[in-house]
T-cell receptor
């Protein structure tokens, strides 16, 4: 079975600093996507960034970047220049078979608090 | 585009009552997913549809839960009868083709008392 593990239930960071959230996964597939979703207090699930497994280059979206280690099955999210609006729960997610990448298995989530 | 639209945003009902949650996917999307979020189990997939046809309902917890998609622009998740342990946030999501991105609605918070 494919699993996704986030080992940090909670993290905090000062505004403008950098924080890294960890995620490991287990799969036997060779080509796949990995996602980080953000869930702010409004409850909306927002896609932050995605990584294609066959691409060696780590994905970057503005202040958000990933460190993708395929052999280690590790997919961490780095948030640079943290802002108060980054306060949210962050989920790592992995497509689990089927015919769509929308069929996702989520990690347990990491609550991130950005302090002023 | 308006995004995935779910209704109601909040629902409070008494144990034993029937509850119907509604979802309108993004126009042109042919996949629709129902997820449930609880403190104990996190986010889990209940069922998903492709072109209005249920593909995988292995996540539906029991016979009290049912989902339908009568057309490409509407889906329902029904719980009958509801129980307090059904209290959760229910999300609907949709995607175009295989993806890769699934777009989520704002969720329905269900409380069964």
């Amino acid at each position: 079975a494919q699993t996704v593990t986030q080992s940090q239930p909670e993290m905090s960071v000062q505004e403008a600093e950098t924080v890294t959230l960890s995620c490991t996964y287990d799969t036997s597939e060779s080509n796949y996507y990995l996602f980080w979703y953000k869930q702010p207090p409004s409850r909306q699930m927002i896609l932050v960034i995605r990584q294609e497994a066959y691409k060696q280059q780590n994905a970057t979206e503005n202040r958000f970047s990933v460190n993708f280690q395929k052999a280690a099955k590790s997919f961490s999210l780095k948030i640079s220049d943290s802002q108060l609006g980054d306060t949210a729960m962050y989920f790592c997610a992995f497509p689990t078979g089927g015919t769509s990448y929308g069929k996702l298995t989520f990690g347990q989530g990491t609550i991130l608090t950005v302090h002023p | 585009d308006a995004g995935v639209i779910q209704s109601p945003r909040h629902e409070v009902t008494e144990m034993g009552q029937e509850v119907t949650l509604r979802c309108k996917p993004i126009s042109g999307h042919d996949y629709l997913f129902w997820y449930r979020q609880t403190m104990m189990r996190g986010l889990e997939l209940l069922i998903y549809f492709n072109n209005n046809v249920p593909i995988d309902d292995s996540g539906m917890p029991e016979d009290r839960f049912s989902a339908k998609m009568p057309n490409a622009s509407f889906s329902t998740l029904k719980i009958q009868p509801s129980e307090p342990r059904d209290s959760a946030v229910y999300f609907c999501a949709s995607s175009r083709g295989r993806g890769p991105e699934a777009f989520f609605g704002q969720g329905t918070r269900l409380t069964v008392v």
